[in-house]
């Protein structure tokens, strides 16, 4: 074991004592020793999660040590190194990916489909090696799973991680160093040996994957907001770990093995089952289902094995990968065109299916994307009866050019959604027919919409019924109408019974209505109604918000009302006036514009002015008392929420944040304010009480 477990234990122990002791009470080097501790800690218990497989402590625990971590870095800003914990999340997103040239090229491999292919190359190897002439004694084999996701190299330079990097076109590919920095089974830093010092170089590789529990939910996640849907774990896995912006990446359930290397300085490897055994000793995970094969009989019956196990892994793989174990055998094999002599891809058997196209229909989503399903004739599939598949959206139907009555290859990769992979366009007798979706809601017949730049289509109906809970819920949220006590549950049966039909109709619930909700007492009820009276007095930013108009989010809305004023204004707004607006694109302006032209979205906002919401006068931003400052809030405030507070500085024309810096104008602090109202003296910047803020946004 690479770790001093003894050591490590007893660091574990000591971390604990001081989880109470304020930030500011700590020296520089007190808080050094701290954030080295803490950092061990965190570092250790990766390892037993990730590689070892073996957790010591709960994720509660995990949770409260890493921060701990944050907070005295946080206070002591200095002491952040790039490797810490603490920095996975954190980079601004790119513009464009920069491209990284592979100092030792990441080759493909040649393919090989079956049994009789494993064994001739087995013969090849042996005779490229001379066995048969006794120049070598034996050739040994090991097998691994070949991961169905995204091949990476990382490098780290005396143990810290430096660059990271997509295989690209083998010779160069993408620098996508900070998103791999979110993935938690990727070490920052590598662990440390006690039989050797960490190599001044290594440059490993391995394969980014999305597990298929984690691949579905997300697909459930984006089928609820309306986005497309991944095709498959592999496409998930890319798509992650090829964003511009890391937060994006950090939110995406991604996963590493790795397998191989490029260059190593200071450190050697004799044999693949020897690197294979040494990764984890300095973090870096490895694949468990490895096989070392003495024969090539032993090689097939692996292989045989896998095939077997692949619906249990949890993750796909297309087959194994066969490679000779020997590094000297593989450096005198050597290479061929771009792929290794001594290695060889071995794929499973496809698993696919021939069905006909009977019909194509449209699902509308909670958030009204339209959604293009094919319906077939029911076909067996990897042991699972498929009569359906989503077809994403008009490109992807335009694309495969997949028509009504048409015959296509279905696959179905391990319990992964059904995908039409192409068209057998030669079973064609001219009957088939072309699809389109269609221009108006299949559900409530609104207008649907396209905007520039998206693949997915959506009904601009605020009343349709395919959405509705979603709308409702949306329009009763805080930062919304904030209409206390709707939930989820008490939504759910309002729009069921059919006692809210439109978001409009909110404002007409009586308590005998109300009354007849399952769990529904008179008190609450009252509560319920009480909150949608307050509601009423809103501002046209909140109202807007509320209506969920496609990419009028808070601040485009806050746009809109402090540039028209009133709800009559905006109304009649002509596409081009709208994109006159500061801030205003042609998407956002299209978006506008397709609301307010829907004869029921028109209908929904007469009935909630009828129904008593009154737009009390805002502020314009142009006369705003706050106009260009910056806030940041620290500490507890009695009567505000941080929430509530940021947003009075935003309707003032202020910005509110929650780092210091030489750019911040005024830090609010309330009670048990943290370091950053240390930090915010020492940068001078000028400090305001709760009393003090009131006088400046006039409410004292």
């Keep these: 074991m690479t770790f001093d477990l003894a050591k490590e234990k007893d660091t574990n122990k000591r971390t604990g004592k001081h989880d109470d002791e304020d930030v500011e009470s700590l020296s520089r080097k007190e808080a050094t020793a701290r954030i080295a501790e ?3 800690e965190i570092n250790y218990h990766n390892y037993r999660y990730y590689v070892l497989d073996s957790p010591e402590i709960s994720d509660a625990k995990y949770d409260r040590t890493l921060k701990r971590l944050k907070e005295i870095e946080e206070g002591f800003p200095e002491l952040v190194t790039p490797d810490s914990p603490t920095q996975r999340v954190g980079a601004r997103p790119l513009e464009a990916f920069r491209e990284v040239r592979h100092f030792v090229p990441m080759l493909s491999l040649s393919n ?26 034996d050739v040994r084999y090991i097998a691994e799973p070949k991961l169905d996701g995204l091949a990476v190299e990382l490098v780290y330079e005396n143990g810290t991680l430096s660059v990271g990097s997509t295989r690209g076109d083998g010779v160069t590919g993408e620098d996508v160093t900070q998103n791999l920095r979110t993935v938690r089974s990727v070490p920052l830093r590598l662990l440390p040996d006690r039989r050797r010092a960490l190599p001044a170089l290594l440059e490993v590789r391995g394969e980014v994957i999305i597990r298929i529990e984690e691949f579905k939910k997300l697909n459930r996640e984006r089928e609820r907001e309306g986005e497309p849907l991944f095709a498959n774990p592999r496409n998930a896995a890319a798509g992650s770990l090829r964003q511009l912006d890391p937060g994006i990446t950090a939110s995406r359930p991604l996963e590493v093995f790795f397998y191989g290397i490029g260059r190593a300085q200071g450190v050697k490897f004799d044999t693949q089952d020897g690197l294979l055994k040494a990764l984890p000793k300095f973090g870096l995970r490895v694949n468990p289902h490895v096989g070392v094969c003495d024969t090539i009989e032993e090689v097939l019956e692996y292989y045989r094995d896998m095939m077997q196990k692949r619906d249990t892994l949890g993750y796909e793989i297309d087959g194994v990968v066969v490679k000779v174990n020997d590094f000297a055998q593989q450096d005198r094999l050597g290479t061929i065109s771009r792929s290794p002599r001594w290695a ?13 196209v009977t019909d194509i229909v449209v699902q509308v989503g909670r958030t009204g994307a339209l959604t293009p399903v094919a319906v077939m004739e029911p076909v067996n599939v990897g042991g699972v009866t498929v009569s359906r598949a989503t077809l994403h959206n008009q490109d992807e139907i335009d694309r495969k050019d997949i028509r009504i009555g048409d015959t296509v290859i279905l696959q179905r990769a391990g319990d992964v959604i059904p995908e039409i992979v192409s068209v057998i366009t030669s079973n064609r007798t001219g009957r088939e027919r072309r699809f389109r979706i269609p221009d108006t809601c299949p559900v409530c017949g609104s207008d649907t919409v396209r905007l520039p730049g998206e693949a997915v289509t959506r009904c601009t109906g605020i009343a349709c019924a395919a959405q509705l809970k979603e709308l409702v819920s949306h329009f009763a ?48 009820a009252n509560n319920i109604l009480a909150s949608v009276e307050k509601s009423k007095n809103t501002t046209l930013a909140r109202l807007l918000y509320a209506l ?48 307010f032209d829907q004869k029921i979205n028109i209908a929904v906002v007469d009935r909630l002015f009828a129904g008593g919401v009154r737009v009390r006068g805002e502020r314009p931003r142009s006369g705003a008392r706050l106009l260009g400052k910056s ?18 500085v935003e309707s003032l024309g202020g910005k509110a944040t929650s780092s210091i810096s030489q750019k911040i104008d005024y830090v ?31 409410r004292s």
């Design 668 to 698: 609010v602090a309330g009670k048990e304010p943290g370091s950053k109202l240390r930090k915010a003296k020492e940068l001078g910047i000028r400090i305001l009480s709760e009393k003090e803020f009131e006088e400046l946004i006039g």
């Design 548 to 595: 969920g108009i496609r990419h009028a989010g808070e601040h485009i809305s806050r746009i809109l009302a402090d540039h028209f004023g009133r709800m009559d204004r905006l109304r009649a707004a002509s596409l081009e006036e709208l994109q006159e607006i500061g801030e205003i694109g042609p998407q956002v302006a299209l978006s506008v514009r397709s609301f």
């Design 112 to 137: 090989a489909f079956s049994e009789e292919e494993i064994r001739d190359f087995d013969t090849r190897m042996r005779k490229l090696l001379g066995v048969e002439s006794g120049v070598e004694k």
């Design 38 to 40: 803490l950092r061990r």
């Design 344 to 356: 060889l891809a071995v794929k499973f058997p496809a698993r696919q299916e021939t069905t006909k």
């Design 631 to 648: 806030f940041v809030f620290t500490g507890t405030l009695e009567k505000y929420e941080r929430e509530e507070a940021s947003r009075i």
């Design 477 to 524: 949220s805080r930062r919304a109408m904030d209409i206390q006590g709707l939930g989820d549950k008490i939504i759910e049966q309002l729009t069921e019974k059919g006692l809210v039909k439109s978001v409009a109709d909110i404002y007409s619930l009586r308590p005998a209505e109300l009354m007849t909700l399952d769990r529904m007492g008179e008190k609450l």
